[in-house]
């Protein structure tokens, strides 16, 4: 196949930041994506309706008026979060889902919640009222292996959490092992997980061999290949539990290359292209529209987009810019380590 046209896609995950990077980021996503839930790790972090608000006000000024596009917003969980606030703010539309980072487990969440126990009463509410749960699903004990704390957290928390509540609708975010694809492939009706396309295309020799590649570190950190291969099993195979979230995550290069070590991989830009190669390079590109722009709005509630996107097949591969430029300083354009032909129309 050479030319596919599907739904306009909606990406269930992406980091705009604020500011100068906010202006740059903005329309590499609304380029291609119809819809995009907001993640609220800003310093100081998204906390409430009113901040959600204004936040989704600053975004939509710097979205191009050629694109259609919706943010979706959130609003960070902590362990003082007011759930009847939580509750207005999901009502009134200010919000739509709220985010769960463990303290400390990735960028900007030291915040985030030490204990589940103590939220309880707040996803129980959030339950009862249909608010979507999204997760960041690792342990932050120092005495768990970082390879491992996926894994640990499913086991320690993710399963607590479903036992207790299976009416809460849940997303495993960004999830990088095949025990993660199985727990959710098993799991109730009501918990289903977004997939990146830098684990889809990358295993951890990308962020090892050869030297430390910093433009590659993420977290979750990036796993075996047989972990990949069970990512990309499950991106093809059509499972309505599984679909699209970028983690789209914009860092200057200085900040990326430093002893801080910034996690994140910015690939808003290449996106749909590295996907298409990855579901061709499988024989599955028929299954493409299901992943990207179909499962995902089915798990939330949402009305499937009308607009459609072309993608062709060129002979040659695709010449990539490396970098977004914003202002005198440059963010890293993800590049996955093989050719890719697809482009969007």
Same mark, same amino acid.
């Given at each position: 196949?050479?030319?596919? $046209?599907?739904?306009?896609?909606?990406?269930?995950?992406?980091?705009?930041?604020?500011?100068?990077?906010?202006?740059? &980021? !903005?329309? $590499?996503?609304?380029?291609?994506?119809?819809?995009?839930?907001?993640?609220?790790?800003?310093?100081?972090?998204?906390?409430?309706?009113?901040?959600? %608000?204004?936040? @989704?006000?600053? %975004?939509?000024?710097?979205?191009?008026?050629?694109?259609?596009?919706?943010?979706? /917003?959130?609003?960070?969980?902590?362990?003082?979060?007011?759930?009847?606030?939580?509750?207005?703010?999901?009502?009134? =539309?200010?919000?739509?889902?709220?985010?769960?980072?463990?303290?400390?487990?990735?960028?900007?969440?030291?915040?985030?919640?030490?204990?589940?126990?103590?939220?309880?009463?707040?996803?129980?509410?959030?339950?009862?009222?249909?608010?979507?749960?999204?997760?960041?699903? $690792?342990?932050? #004990?120092?005495?768990? #292996?970082?390879?491992?704390?996926? @894994?640990?957290?499913?086991?320690?928390?993710?399963?607590?959490?479903?036992? $207790?509540?299976?009416?809460?609708?849940?997303?495993?975010?960004?999830?990088?092992?095949?025990?993660? !694809?199985?727990?959710?492939?098993?799991?109730?009706?009501?918990?289903?997980? +977004?997939?990146?396309?830098?684990?889809?295309?990358?295993?951890?020799?990308?962020?090892?061999?050869?030297?430390? =590649?910093?433009?590659?570190?993420?977290?979750? %950190?990036?796993?075996?290949?047989?972990?990949?291969?069970?990512?990309?099993?499950?991106?093809? +195979?059509? #499972?309505?539990?599984?679909?699209?979230?970028?983690?789209?995550?914009?860092?200057?290069?200085?900040?990326?290359? +430093?002893?801080?070590?910034?996690?994140? !991989?910015?690939?808003?830009?290449?996106? /749909? +292209?590295?996907?298409?190669?990855?579901?061709?390079?499988?024989?599955?590109?028929? /299954?493409?529209?299901?992943?990207?722009?179909?499962?995902?709005?089915?798990?939330?509630?949402?009305?499937?987009?009308?607009?459609? %996107?072309?993608?062709?097949?060129?002979?040659?591969?695709?010449?990539?810019?490396?970098?977004?430029? &914003?202002?005198?300083?440059?963010?890293?354009?993800?590049?996955?380590?093989?050719?890719?032909?697809?482009?969007?129309?």
């Amino acid at each position: 196949m050479e030319e596919i $046209e599907i739904i306009k896609p909606d990406d269930w995950h992406v980091h705009f930041r604020d500011n100068s990077i906010l202006k740059a &980021v !903005v329309p $590499e996503t609304t380029r291609h994506f119809a819809r995009a839930i907001v993640m609220p790790n800003l310093t100081p972090p998204i906390l409430n309706g009113k901040q959600a %608000i204004e936040y @989704k006000e600053r %975004i939509k000024k710097v979205i191009p008026k050629t694109h259609n596009f919706m943010p979706l /917003m959130t609003i960070y969980l902590t362990e003082s979060t007011d759930k009847n606030e939580l509750k207005e703010a999901y009502n009134n =539309k200010a919000v739509f889902a709220a985010k769960l980072y463990p303290a400390g487990a990735t960028t900007n969440s030291d915040s985030g919640v030490k204990d589940i126990k103590n939220i309880m009463p707040t996803l129980e509410k959030m339950a009862k009222i249909g608010m979507p749960l999204l997760i960041h699903g $690792e342990v932050t #004990d120092n005495e768990v #292996d970082i390879f491992d704390r996926e @894994k640990v957290f499913i086991d320690q928390s993710l399963d607590f959490i479903c036992k $207790e509540l299976p009416e809460l609708k849940i997303t495993l975010e960004h999830i990088t092992t095949k025990e993660a !694809v199985s727990y959710v492939s098993e799991g109730n009706k009501n918990l289903a997980a +977004s997939i990146t396309p830098h684990h889809l295309s990358l295993n951890r020799n990308a962020l090892l061999v050869g030297g430390i =590649k910093p433009h590659n570190y993420c977290l979750p %950190i990036l796993k075996r290949e047989d972990h990949k291969q069970a990512l990309v099993v499950a991106a093809i +195979s059509g #499972d309505s539990k599984f679909f699209l979230g970028t983690d789209t995550a914009p860092h200057f290069k200085e900040d990326k290359e +430093s002893a801080c070590g910034c996690a994140g !991989v910015f690939n808003a830009t290449n996106c /749909m +292209s590295i996907l298409a190669e990855i579901f061709d390079q499988n024989n599955s590109i028929e /299954m493409l529209e299901s992943f990207t722009s179909i499962n995902g709005a089915k798990h939330y509630g949402c009305k499937i987009n009308h607009e459609k %996107i072309k993608l062709k097949k060129s002979n040659k591969p695709l010449k990539f810019k490396k970098y977004l430029k &914003v202002g005198n300083k440059e963010v890293i354009i993800f590049q996955p380590n093989f050719p890719v032909f697809w482009e969007v129309f």
